[in-house]
């Protein structure tokens, strides 16, 4: 089966295809065998061509609850095969998109690679029955054959699991700055939008770098612009602190939680697992209007959906550069003037004073650049004639020092 292509992602004359999975010999997944539940299981063979995935299961149930699965992957065999026939007159270049499946086997799942999921690390022993009552669906089923089995099979699968790969159990973390922005602009007003648009007059800064940071600017000289990654800190929950007050009070209450549930208790097994359910609850991020609130209107320091300067229309916030994202992080490419000891000196920046600074790295010409990359809406917006003038260009055009508005002589 031939892979979509994404329009317009021809590169150097080569198009670049969209993976129908990104499942590899030794992942960890979730497979589900005939008249079970998800399992999980290790991937031993994958088809990108057909999009398919076998996988053996771990700690499998006894075979007798096998045999409908063994029967299933005798059917998918038989089909194959079937195909593999009608197909028999395809020239050998196209041979490799029929490829032979191996001996069915009743621990082995054969499935599409839609309905194979990756298995995710299961930090707590509350995200671990959460997960187990999830999968064995306890008031539908009768699980008595196979509960305990499923249970080793999750912890094995956890215990050889070291990464998380499902996004909604992805925990906040906090990051400290390598450094302060010194800078004479102090209100959002005076910067540019973007640095490196010729219509400002050029605006210098130094990066004040925390002690201990000497050895990690050296080399840094002899590049013309370096990447700057910073924090929006003048966005509205960053600063009323109330961004990173919550990040710090969210891990607080996990490491709190993790405590309690740790402790022994006399309650019967039903409260306990009630008890593991409200502290399961607590520390999940959701748990917190300011990250639930994500409307167009009802979010709290930042939007999913905004209203570019130069646009009317509700894009959404990935697609555009606004301060007010979810994790207040900025990227600006500037010009480094010189490294002095701590003190990194820059121009041609967007960044205000105080602005602190989460990483540098170098430019690099040959993969940084793309000049004639497609600009999306943006783009649209400018060839239809529908770009509004930028209010705040309108702002600072009064302020004569900051504007390139006068041809020279």
Same mark, same amino acid.
């Given at each position: 089966?031939s892979l979509e292509t994404?329009p317009g992602?021809r590169?150097?004359?080569v198009?670049?295809?969209k993976r129908? !999975? &990104?499942f590899t010999r030794?992942?960890?997944?979730w497979?589900?065998p $005939?008249?079970l539940?998800?399992?999980p299981?290790?991937?031993?063979?994958?088809?990108?061509d057909?999009n398919?995935?076998?996988?053996?299961l771990?700690?499998?149930p006894k075979v007798e609850?096998?045999?409908?699965?063994l029967?299933?992957?005798?059917? +998918?065999?038989? @089909?194959?095969?079937?195909k593999?026939? @009608?197909?028999?007159?395809l020239s050998? %270049?196209n041979?490799h998109t029929t490829?032979?499946?191996?001996l069915a086997?009743?621990n082995?799942v054969t499935? %599409?690679?839609? @309905?194979?999921f990756?298995f995710?690390k299961?930090?707590?022993r509350?995200?671990f029955?959460a997960c187990?009552?999830?999968r064995?669906?306890?008031?539908? !089923?009768d699980i008595s054959?196979?509960?305990?089995?499923?249970v080793?099979?999750?912890?094995e699968? !956890?215990?050889?699991?070291?990464?998380?790969l499902?996004?909604?159990?992805? *925990?906040?973390y906090?990051?400290c700055?390598?450094g302060?922005v010194h800078?004479l602009?102090?209100?959002?007003i $005076?910067?540019?939008? *973007?640095p490196?648009?010729?219509t400002?007059?050029? *605006?210098t800064?130094? +990066?004040?770098l925390?002690?201990?940071?000497?050895n990690?600017?050296r080399?840094?000289?002899? /590049?013309?612009y370096?990447?700057v990654? /910073?924090? /929006?800190? &003048? $966005? %509205?929950?960053?600063?009323?602190?109330?961004?990173?007050s919550?990040v710090?009070s969210?891990q607080?209450?996990g490491?709190d939680?993790n405590?309690?549930?740790?402790?022994?208790?006399?309650?019967?097994?039903d409260?306990e697992q009630t008890?593991?359910?409200k %502290?399961?609850?607590l520390?999940?991020?959701?748990?917190c209007g300011?990250l639930?609130?994500q409307g +167009?209107t009802?979010s709290k320091?930042?939007k999913?959906m905004? +209203?570019p300067?130069?646009?009317?229309e509700?894009?959404?916030v990935?697609?555009t550069?606004s301060?007010?994202?979810?994790?207040?992080? #900025?990227i600006?490419?500037?010009?480094?003037v010189?490294?002095h #000891?701590?003190?990194?000196h820059?121009?041609d920046h967007?960044?205000l004073h105080?602005?602190?600074?989460?990483?540098i790295k170098p &430019?690099?010409?040959f993969?940084d650049a793309?000049?004639?990359? @497609?600009?999306?809406?943006?783009?649209?917006?400018?060839?239809?004639?529908?770009?509004?003038?930028d209010?705040k260009y309108?702002?600072?055009?009064?302020?004569v020092?900051?504007?390139?508005?006068?041809p020279s $002589?």
């Amino acid at each position: 089966m031939s892979l979509e292509t994404s329009p317009g992602t021809r590169q150097g004359g080569v198009k670049r295809r969209k993976r129908s !999975n &990104y499942f590899t010999r030794g992942d960890l997944v979730w497979a589900r065998p $005939a008249s079970l539940p998800y399992w999980p299981a290790e991937v031993i063979d994958t088809c990108e061509d057909l999009n398919r995935v076998c996988a053996r299961l771990l700690n499998p149930p006894k075979v007798e609850l096998l045999a409908k699965n063994l029967a299933e992957e005798h059917r +998918i065999r038989q @089909r194959a095969a079937a195909k593999r026939q @009608r197909n028999a007159g395809l020239s050998n %270049s196209n041979a490799h998109t029929t490829t032979e499946l191996p001996l069915a086997e009743a621990n082995v799942v054969t499935a %599409s690679g839609t @309905r194979v999921f990756f298995f995710s690390k299961l930090p707590t022993r509350e995200k671990f029955n959460a997960c187990v009552e999830f999968r064995l669906k306890r008031d539908a !089923n009768d699980i008595s054959a196979y509960e305990a089995d499923f249970v080793k099979a999750v912890e094995e699968a !956890n215990r050889l699991m070291r990464i998380v790969l499902d996004p909604e159990e992805l *925990q906040p973390y906090a990051v400290c700055g390598v450094g302060i922005v010194h800078s004479l602009m102090r209100t959002h007003i $005076a910067a540019p939008r *973007q640095p490196n648009t010729g219509t400002f007059e050029p *605006q210098t800064a130094v +990066i004040r770098l925390r002690v201990g940071f000497e050895n990690a600017a050296r080399d840094l000289m002899g /590049f013309e612009y370096i990447w700057v990654l /910073f924090q /929006f800190s &003048y $966005a %509205s929950a960053m600063s009323s602190g109330e961004g990173q007050s919550f990040v710090m009070s969210l891990q607080e209450r996990g490491r709190d939680c993790n405590v309690e549930s740790s402790k022994p208790t006399d309650d019967s097994k039903d409260d306990e697992q009630t008890n593991q359910t409200k %502290s399961f609850d607590l520390v999940e991020p959701q748990s917190c209007g300011w990250l639930r609130r994500q409307g +167009i209107t009802h979010s709290k320091g930042f939007k999913t959906m905004v +209203i570019p300067p130069r646009d009317d229309e509700y894009r959404g916030v990935f697609s555009t550069r606004s301060p007010h994202r979810p994790n207040f992080i #900025g990227i600006s490419c500037v010009r480094l003037v010189d490294v002095h #000891g701590l003190n990194i000196h820059i121009a041609d920046h967007d960044l205000l004073h105080g602005t602190p600074v989460l990483d540098i790295k170098p &430019y690099l010409p040959f993969c940084d650049a793309h000049p004639n990359a @497609r600009a999306g809406w943006v783009e649209e917006v400018n060839a239809n004639g529908r770009a509004k003038t930028d209010h705040k260009y309108d702002t600072q055009a009064a302020r004569v020092d900051r504007i390139l508005d006068t041809p020279s $002589a």
